[in-house]
């Protein structure tokens, strides 16, 4: 075939090596031992080489049965760590020859409007993150591979398996940390949202402060968004009793809105009020002081998360353990001033 011409087809091949088009697709396919000579196998992929011949793996994919495609499903993109998973992910898949779709869900947290109507016979697998769980009832039917992520390990029916950071423990990192410089009154800016990962850090938090004698907790709830925790954080700092000195809460965006609500109530972080977030975005050095935080490595998160859905899909146990997480000590937390 001249150089420049359209693509060579199979036919092509089968032309040049004279042989059938089946012979080309055992021999391109690894499946021609028994079935055709070695001579005639190595005729084939001589041919294939001189015409600069690749194969159709769209279709090849789909008569095999499998697109080497993969579905994360995650919340809207409204912060740089599910792009980090994203990336992750997508880093390993890219090195095992397989896609990574990304579908958030359109309401930014909870279900999904069922992502997999027009795409069932096109995945692999998915990886599905605990706080878009809820789009998942659209293929329990379908017995798609599962790898959840930041999910109970014990308690996601469909799933062949979790990968979890280790959020237990930097809530006791966080918890230590606040106890060492020898704050007793505690406020919790708790996500309103009905995940499991959010679940463990009000536990974690709750059975870390109980064990040391003297230490308060109040609870005040807030949507993820830096004006709704502005105006929980507000509310609860300026109630009855004695004001708490440290504020935890469960992300840095919520801590961005508690920094707005102290300076609204003229109080000074840390010199009034200690403040830690969870996360460490790139939010967290923006803010001034700079924030006190958990770091979670997002990337590391989701290469984790498709090595497990990998293993799944070769038949063989996937690693366990949580990912280690890191406290990121910065200006936002001081021994307390009253």
Known sequence: MARGSTRPTSRDVA????????????????????????ATAERVRRAAQDLGYRPNLAARNLRLGHTRTVLLVVPALTTEFFAG???????????????????????????????????RAALDGVIASSMAADALTAIRGDQLPLVMLDSDPDGS????????????????????????LGHRRFLHLAADIA???????????ATRLAAVPG???????APITI????????AALAGPGPRPTALVCD???????????????????????????????????????????????????????????????????????DIPVELVVRGSTAVPSH
Do not use: C
């Not at 032309?15 to 070695?38: E, N, P």
């Open 251 to 321: 992300d840095d965006k919520l801590a961005a809105g508690a920094y707005k609500a102290a300076r609204r109530l003229g109080l000074r972080v840390p010199d009034d009020l200690s403040v830690t977030g969870l996360d460490d975005l790139a939010l967290a050095t923006a803010l001034d002081p700079e924030l006190t935080t958990v770091r979670l490595d997002a990337e590391l998160f989701g290469e984790r998360g498709m090595h497990a859905l990998l293993a799944v899909l070769e038949g063989r146990e996937p690693d366990g353990g």
């Open 15 to 38: 032309q040049a090596a004279g042989v059938s088009q089946a012979a080309v697709s055992l021999v391109l396919g690894d499946k021609w031992r028994g079935r055709v000579s070695t």
């Open 215 to 221: 230490t308060e907790v109040r609870t005040a709830r």
């Open 157 to 180: 029916p469909g799933a062949a398996a979790t990968v979890n950071l280790d959020i237990a423990d930097g809530v006791r990192q966080l918890a230590d940390h606040l106890l060492g």
């Open 85 to 119: 998973v994203y990336t992750g992910a997508a880093r390993v898949a890219a090195e095992h020859g397989f896609g990574v779709v990304l579908y958030p869900s359109p309401a930014g947290i909870g279900p999904a409007r069922d992502p997999f109507a027009s795409a």
């Open 195 to 205: 995940s499991w990962t959010f679940e463990v850090r009000a536990r974690e938090l």
């Open 227 to 234: 004006d709704g925790a502005r105006a929980a954080a507000e």
